[in-house]
């Protein structure tokens, strides 16, 4: 990863904490200047990230780890927040990141709607297999219009600041 | 570990033949097992209608919408009239999303719910 995240957090698979994940997420999104129904729709598909790691990662095994690193999206120059990039990681089972899509959506049953509703809310969504095992999801949503908090703002110009000064 | 105070009441003295499932919080992957068999069970009694009021869900993911379609699938096989009301816009932009707004009868509220 090409610099150390704003935010890390590690949870258990367990559904249980979905809610904790959420809330964590549409916060953030809220002080990266998101409105309230964009941020709804990037807790979504972290949420729906994470049910297909609990589900089919782990099996529904309840000890799993996942974690979740949150960065600002930068601007050229590092001088405002002008998105999110999220990026989810396990250690479950290993899939051909090629293989993972949604079903056709005119195929009306029962689940299989998370990889549609990830791709269809954020900008990017891209997997990979992690070395030497599990998963890494890493999800971009570019912010329109943003009106980044000041101190957020100062702060992100900080760490771009401290990024680009600092030795190899 | 303490429960988060959600609850999913059924009510079946709306109007005759009527029965409402009334779910509140969030539906994700930890409560949708809930939401499935308090529907489960109102089916098995096959009332000619099942109303899903979803004024007091605030968040609901793809598998609260997988059970919602389990349900109008088993409602059809029933002949039971199955509609949801009550929706806040962040529910509804999960239905569209999905592409689902169109599978389900679908009304603003619990009244026209009752009488659709």
């Known amino acids: 990863m090409r610099d150390r995240p704003h935010i890390r957090v590690e949870l258990l698979s367990n559904p249980v904490y979905l809610c904790g994940a959420r809330e964590l997420v549409a916060s953030v999104s809220k002080r990266l200047g998101f409105d309230d129904l964009d941020c709804s729709k990037i807790a979504l598909a972290v949420d729906e990230a994470l049910c297909n790691i609990i589900r089919h990662g782990y099996q529904r095994r309840t000890d799993g780890q996942i974690w979740i690193s949150i960065w600002p999206l930068e601007e050229e120059g590092g001088a405002r927040a002008c998105g999110i990039r999220i990026v989810i990681e396990d250690e479950a089972k290993q899939i051909d990141p090629e293989q993972v899509r949604g079903r056709e959506l005119s195929d009306i049953r029962p689940g299989g709607l998370g990889v549609h509703i990830i791709r269809e809310v954020m900008d990017e969504a891209v997997y990979e297999q992690r070395q030497p095992r599990g998963m890494r999801l890493t999800l971009v949503k570019r912010c329109q219009n943003v009106e980044t908090p000041s101190r957020l703002a100062q702060a992100t110009a900080a760490a771009s600041l401290k990024r680009h000064k600092s030795p190899r | ?116």
């Open chain 2, 1 to 116: 570990m303490p429960q988060q105070d959600h609850t999913i009441v059924v009510k079946t003295d709306l109007a005759p033949g009527v029965v409402v499932v009334h779910p509140s919080g969030d539906i994700d992957m930890s409560r949708s097992p809930e939401l499935r068999a308090a529907i489960r069970s109102v089916q098995e009694r096959k009332p000619p209608k099942l109303v899903v009021d979803l004024s007091d869900v605030e968040y609901m993911d793809s598998s609260g919408l997988a059970t919602l379609v389990e349900a109008m699938r088993t409602s059809k096989a029933n002949k039971t009239a199955m509609v949801i009301c009550g929706m806040h816009d962040k529910v509804r932009s999960i239905f569209e999303i999905a592409r689902l707004n169109q599978f389900f009868t679908i009304v603003d509220d619990l009244d026209a719910a009752v009488s659709a």
